[in-house]
């Protein structure tokens, strides 16, 4: 049997769209390994949202060569789209697919390499024709490009959306990705359904700009009904939202996590800076008292919600007092997580073509100890108020750093290890939260 290989790198958009390649070549009869052993095929999924993503990837590329001497090596994902010159100057890889092309990559591969495709081995191997069969199904079915499991997690990543067009200046993503693109609204259910029923019991609505789904669609449809759709799928599950800009936070969407029984009570929501003119700067439109009211009103109406946010340190232009502004606003919002990137100049963008490679290095590195300082301390701020409560946790499975406790998350993202019963993994435990510990939180498990 062929043997395939898969690696990843980025957001969760670029996880689903690895889903959906790897049940293609399954769907065919290639059989996926995860150990040391050589693949035939070897596909990389690449990301380039900044220049650390760029060497990741291509460091990733020239690792599965090395380890993979005789394997057919395809590239995608985002790198691919600007960068492919890279990529070709690397000896060894053997197809560079498109984003706009990444699920035809069987297409690609048989076109370029026919003995790898079961249909010409049918003679030689009549144990094939399944597999020939199953690839001419997939041609003539558009439901192949969806999902019904995801590997390694009790989390799925759905993605419904992809693109954008909000052009920060700082980001390459509008120019990789291109416009915004929903998916059809029973294509989404089709796949949540299958998701559901294979046993997953947390389905993370995905997109480049979530909030963006439905306003290129005729007629338009909007987030939240695509939400209150799933929710009448039958099963245990939740619903999260993946990351959702500011502006796209509107009262319907609060509403309906107010009332909904399903869906987390929590937001990522970037922030990127807390000063007024770096937003402008950015592209970013709104203000820091339009994002400082917004979650104000989130926490009025949603008492338990976690918010978790995205900041950029070292802007062009960013000055000590701008950095503090952001300072301010993280300490007054208090948020459960900080992601925190240093700005990285990305060829093509608005902000490299105004400041080239302007950085200031020393400047960027105090500013991220400082603010990771703070970030830790709101962190620990927001755990505590949740302390002594019963809270209900999707168990993923043992610790790796203490393997006697189960780890998972509560509805509102906070991170609970506790001791609890044999095979609780992908199972709902009511749990008592006990203690704070930087990076999570312990819990004693309540039973019934």
Same mark, same amino acid.
């Given at each position: ?19 959906? @390649? ?37 460091? !990733?590329?020239? #690792? ?116 915004? *693109?929903? #998916?059809?609204?029973? &294509? !989404? ?5 299958? !998701? ?20 290129? *669609?005729?007629?338009? !449809? ?38 909904? #029984? ?15 003119? @770096? ?38 232009? &960013? ?20 992601? @925190? ?19 200031? &290095? ?44 189960? &780890? ?13 019963? *044999? ?26």
């Amino acid at each position: 049997m062929p043997t395939v290989k898969f690696f990843t790198l980025g957001c969760k958009v670029n996880q689903y769209d690895t889903q959906v @390649i790897r049940e293609q070549f399954q769907a065919v009869g290639y059989q996926e390994i995860d150990n040391g052993s050589p693949a035939d095929i070897c596909v990389i999924n690449t990301c380039t949202v900044t220049k650390r993503a760029d060497m990741d990837s291509l460091n !990733i590329i020239r #690792k599965a060569i090395r380890h993979n001497p005789k394997s057919k090596v395809i590239v995608t994902g985002c790198l691919t789209e600007l960068d492919s010159d890279k990529i070709k100057e690397i000896k060894g890889v053997n197809l560079i697919i498109k984003n706009n092309n990444k699920y035809k990559i069987l297409e690609s591969l048989f076109l370029k390499f026919p003995s790898l495709n079961p249909q010409t081995q049918e003679r030689a191997n009549p144990q094939t024709r399944k597999c020939a069969n199953s690839l001419t199904r997939q041609r003539a079915n558009p439901q192949i490009n969806t999902i019904s499991y995801f590997k390694g997690h009790t989390r799925a990543f759905l993605k419904i959306q992809d693109g954008c067009d909000n052009f920060c200046s700082y980001c390459k993503v509008p120019l990789v990705r291109g416009l915004p *693109l929903s #998916k059809p609204l029973p &294509e !989404i259910l089709y796949e949540a359904d299958k !998701i559901i029923k294979s046993g997953v019991k947390e389905i993370v609505l995905s997109g480049i700009c979530l909030g963006k789904y439905g306003k290129d *669609l005729s007629p338009k !449809i909007s987030l939240v009904e695509v939400i209150r759709k799933i929710e009448k799928i039958e099963g245990l599950f939740r619903i999260r939202l993946s990351s959702i800009e500011a502006l796209d936070v509107n009262d319907e969407l609060i509403g309906e996590m107010v009332l909904s #029984k399903k869906i987390c009570r929590h937001l990522h929501i970037p922030l990127q800076s807390g000063d007024n003119s @770096i937003l402008r700067e950015m592209n970013r439109d709104y203000s820091a008292d339009y994002f400082l009211d917004l979650i104000c009103r989130l926490r009025n109406r949603i008492p338990d919600i976690a918010i978790t946010t995205d900041v950029i340190v070292g802007f062009p232009g &960013e000055t000590d007092e701008g950095f503090m502004n952001t300072i301010r606003l993280i300490q007054a919002i208090t948020p459960l997580k900080v992601h @925190i990137f240093a700005y990285s100049p990305r060829p093509q963008t608005p902000a490299f073509k105004k400041y080239g490679y302007l950085r200031d &290095e020393m400047a960027i590195k105090e500013r991220l100890a400082y603010i990771k300082k703070i970030a830790n301390e709101c962190a620990a701020d927001s755990k505590r108020r949740f302390l002594n409560k019963e809270m209900e946790v999707l168990v993923e499975g043992r610790n790796k750093d203490k393997p006697d406790f189960w &780890e998972g998350y509560t509805d509102n993202y906070i991170e609970v290890l506790f001791k609890g019963n *044999l095979g609780l993994k992908n199972q709902f435990v009511n749990v008592k939260l006990t203690n704070a510990i930087q990076g999570y939180v312990i819990g004693k498990q309540i039973i019934s």
